[in-house]
């Protein structure tokens, strides 16, 4: 019986390996590969165990998959950076999202990872859209009153997820700690953007004093401090300089004050919003703070974005800030894949064309360091294949690799086309005009 199992798992392994270990050949397509190779017009792509082995024209060698790519594009993964995919489903069906706590029970600890869904049904949509990789952040409503009473302004820790929908498709753990500034963070802290800037300074105050005196306090042989230990530790790789702290601003004068706090405890700076970040561009280049933005952001929606305009990208970039581009704001978890039609209004706007490929993919990868984003010897192959031009509204993906594996592009939506389009039998209309 022994033996019996043993040859069964032996089996099993070889079976397992060897899927794992299909090489495919891309051959023949306009390849923007984001790296020092830049973009060539006719190129092959290699791939192996789910990496790139080599990129170039004309490439001899043999694959058990060839892909035809001539009259196409091939570009990395389109990486988003704000996104509570898995976390949401249906915005308006409370059973559904578990992006966000009420009230005052948890705040920097907040995990919502063991909530997440690999199975929604956002994740193929997106992916059919180009999208290959994710992070995904919890967040807080200004209009919770739980929130509000509270006076809470972090949000929590967040996570990196590949859309390939299996159950260890998360990539990335406590990715980043997210807070809130501006006007945001005025309307949780007691209606002051002083009192959320102090509620901020006074965590990472804490976190770091909770770092140099952390057995003693745990002992209880320290004064009363006014966070829980649970928060206080998700702050440590904050305070230790590991993972960023994402704050969300759009006012330029919060951006400086975010900065400033940044430099104050040296902690790795990465703003969300943005909206006026082009007033003090020079300013974040110096401090070398990142900045994801909803580049189609130019109307003056709240007080804090007056100063908003369609060349934020541009500006941005020129002045030497790193730039990673999201979804329009609206559309954080539903069409996070629309974060490539910003990036192509922002070219429209004077963004270089390869910046904006970065801003959607390699750039996002830096920032919040996962794997992706170009297409390299060595890189994780997460490869779309466009029937045109990525950032053309009308183009699509034709193919879309994770980790060398190609995915399926069938979504609710395309079965739900498919179903009603051509009928089959037991499927009939249920009236006719």
Request: glycine share 4%.
């Given at each position: 019986m022994n033996k019996v199992v043993?040859?069964?798992t032996l089996a099993l392994g070889?079976?397992?390996?060897?899927a794992q270990a299909e090489t495919i050949l891309i051959k023949g397509g306009k390849v923007h590969t984001l790296s020092d190779k830049g973009s060539l017009d006719t190129?092959?792509?290699l791939i192996a165990d789910g990496r790139i082995v080599q990129v170039g024209s004309s490439l001899d060698a043999s694959a058990e998959r060839v892909i035809d790519a001539s009259g196409k594009v091939v570009t990395p993964g389109i990486v988003a950076p704000i996104s509570e995919l898995g976390l949401v489903e249906i915005s308006a069906a409370s059973t559904t999202n578990d992006q966000a706590v009420t009230?005052?029970?948890i705040g920097s600890a907040f995990n919502p990872l063991p909530a997440y869904n690999p199975k929604s049904t956002l994740i193929p949509f997106n992916r059919a859209g180009g999208v290959t990789?994710?992070?995904v952040f919890p967040g807080i409503s200004p209009w919770d009153s739980g929130a509000v009473e509270a006076q809470r302004v972090f949000a929590g820790r967040s996570f990196a997820i590949k859309l390939n929908g299996e159950f260890d498709s998360v990539e990335a753990r406590d990715v980043a700690q997210k807070a809130y500034l501006g006007e945001a963070g005025a309307q949780l802290a007691g209606g002051s953007r002083a009192s959320a800037y102090a509620k901020v300074e006074s965590a990472l105050r804490e976190a770091i004093e909770f770092r140099e005196n952390r057995s003693a306090i745990r002992r209880g042989e320290w004064r009363q401090l006014d966070y829980s230990l649970a928060d206080l530790e998700a702050l440590q790789p904050v305070v230790d300089g590991k993972t960023p702290l994402v704050i969300t601003a759009n006012r330029a004068s919060d951006i400086l004050a975010a900065i400033a706090l940044a430099k104050a405890f040296d902690v790795?700076?990465?703003i969300l919003g943005a909206a006026e970040g082009w007033m003090v561009a020079d300013q974040l280049a110096e401090a070398q703070?990142?900045?994801v933005i909803d580049a189609i952001n130019n109307l003056p929606i709240s007080f804090s974005s007056l100063g908003a305009r369609l060349d934020n990208a541009a500006l941005l970039t020129k002045a030497g800030v790193k730039v990673a581009i999201s979804g329009p704001d609206y559309a954080s978890t539903h069409n996070i894949y629309l974060s490539r039609q910003s990036a192509g209004n922002a070219v429209a706007h004077g963004l270089p064309y390869e910046a904006a490929l970065k801003s959607i993919s390699s750039n996002v990868a830096d920032i919040f360091s996962l794997e992706g984003g170009t297409l390299e010897t060595g890189a994780v192959a997460d490869i779309v294949i466009w029937s045109g031009d990525p950032l053309e509204v009308t183009s699509y993906p034709e193919q879309v690799l994770i980790a060398g594996e190609p995915q399926s592009l069938v979504t609710r939506s395309t079965r739900l086309r498919d179903r009603y389009l051509k009928p089959s039998k037991g499927h009939n209309f249920g009236y006719r005009h």
């Open positions: 043993v040859f069964c070889l079976l397992f390996s060897n190129a092959d792509i009230g005052e029970s990789s994710a992070v790795k700076l990465v703070v990142p900045v």
